[in-house]
């Protein structure tokens, strides 16, 4: 069993930056792939970033290509997202998700993953 907890969010400026943090629980959680998604009122959840259990493996959806970045730090059982230059289209409520696999890459859809945090808010003010 993993738990998962998100921290980071808030209010930004469009053009500006925030680092979100996910905190997990549990002994081998270096043995997870790992992912961000985020949900947008009256939206489905969407895939934003994923990472493979070694970290070097990362993907992005295009929206967020060359502005986001995911990392992770086995030691500290973290992993986090960069977001710059971020967008009103952004905003969004972002949750973390986690996986045991020791595959090659990284996830990109919901089912594929089984545990998630509770999420935290992204508001981008333009």
């Known amino acids: 069993q993993v738990q998962l907890v998100e921290s980071g969010g808030g209010l930004v400026q469009a053009g500006g930056s925030l680092r979100l943090s996910c905190a997990a629980s549990g002994r081998t959680f270096g043995s997870y792939a790992l992912g961000w998604f985020r949900q947008a009122p009256g939206k489905e959840r969407e895939f934003v970033a994923g990472?493979?259990?070694?970290?070097?493996?990362?993907g992005y959806a295009d929206s967020v290509k060359g502005r986001f970045a995911i990392s992770r730090n086995n030691a500290k059982n973290t992993v986090n997202l960069q977001m710059n230059s971020l967008k009103p289209e952004d905003t969004a409520v972002y949750y973390c998700?986690?996986?045991?696999?020791?595959?090659?890459?990284?996830?990109?859809?919901?089912?594929?993953?089984?545990?998630w945090g509770q999420g935290t808010q992204v508001t981008v003010s333009s």
């Open positions: 998700a986690a996986r045991p696999a020791r595959g090659s890459g990284y996830y990109s859809r919901e089912v594929d993953y089984d545990y």
């Open positions: 990472i493979n259990w070694t970290g070097y493996s990362t």
